[in-house]
T-cell receptor
Framework: EPEVTQTPSHQVTQMGQEVILRCVPISNHLYFYWYRQILGQKVEFLVSFYNNEISEKSEIFDDQFSVERPDGSNFTLKIRSTKLEDSAMYFC????????????FGEGSWLTVV | TQLLEQSPQFLSIQEGENLTVYCNSSSVFSSLQWYRQEPGEGPVLLVTVVTGGEVKKLKRLTFQFGDARKDSSLHITAAQPGDTGLYLCAGAPSSNTGKLIFGQGTTLQVKP
């Protein structure tokens, strides 16, 4: 069964460093997302991406964050200068043409900022 | 801000019992999805409900979307220890966006 894959599964980084989280969405999907979950809290929407541009972003997704689809398969989330409060599990997700109806999540990348 | 409230937050039952988890909001959602999440892993999709009043069954799990598309429920019949886990509901405020609003989750423990 097709799945969303994410790398790395776990990354530890120093405060102020740049981090890139990578994702390979399901191959025939058109819409891509990043969500995050701080330990013990709800899953929160960060950004949605369609047709090579951001279609919606949350208040969390400030200028420190950016997304990119550098080729036909990868989808990345970059955090330019990490802060302690960026420590969280980051989930990539994708959906097909019926977006908003069926969204599939990856296993997550656990980011620890020290 | 749209919110989804799940209840109960924690539920501990004996094997064989039935249970219902509720997901409520004052807002209308175009669709609602139920996920199950294991510790340290991503949410795994169980079902998507789209039409008000819709009922979907997945083996011993029955999902219902409220007529007004503001609430949903998950009913498990004859719970088994393998059902233990975190159940999440997530609503899509719009059919034009993939943004999901998540509930805080219901942690279910089924004791043998």
């Amino acid at each position: 069964e097709p799945e969303v894959t994410q790398t790395p599964s776990h990354q530890v980084t120093q405060m102020g460093q740049e981090v890139i989280l990578r994702c390979v969405p399901i191959s025939n999907h058109l819409y891509f997302y990043w969500y995050r979950q701080i330990l013990g809290q709800k899953v929160e929407f960060l950004v949605s991406f369609y047709n090579n541009e951001i279609s919606e972003k949350s208040e969390i997704f400030d200028d420190q964050f950016s997304v990119e689809r550098p080729d036909g398969s990868n989808f990345t989330l970059k955090i330019r200068s990490t802060k302690l409060e960026d420590s969280a599990m980051y989930f990539c997700a994708s959906s097909g043409r019926d977006r908003g109806h069926t969204i599939y999540f990856g296993e997550g990348s656990w980011l620890t900022v020290v | 801000t749209q919110l989804l409230e799940q209840s109960p937050q924690f539920l501990s039952i004996q094997e064989g019992e039935n249970l219902t988890v509720y997901c409520n909001s004052s807002s209308v959602f175009s669709s609602l999805q139920w996920y199950r999440q294991e510790p340290g892993e991503g949410p795994v999709l169980l079902v998507t409900v789209v039409t008000g009043g819709e009922v979907k069954k997945l083996k011993r799990l029955t999902f219902q979307f409220g007529d007004a598309r503001k609430d949903s429920s998950l009913h498990i019949t004859a719970a088994q220890p393998g059902d233990t886990g975190l159940y999440l509901c997530a609503g899509a405020p719009s059919s034009n966006t993939g943004k999901l609003i998540f509930g805080q989750g219901t942690t279910l423990q089924v004791k043998p």
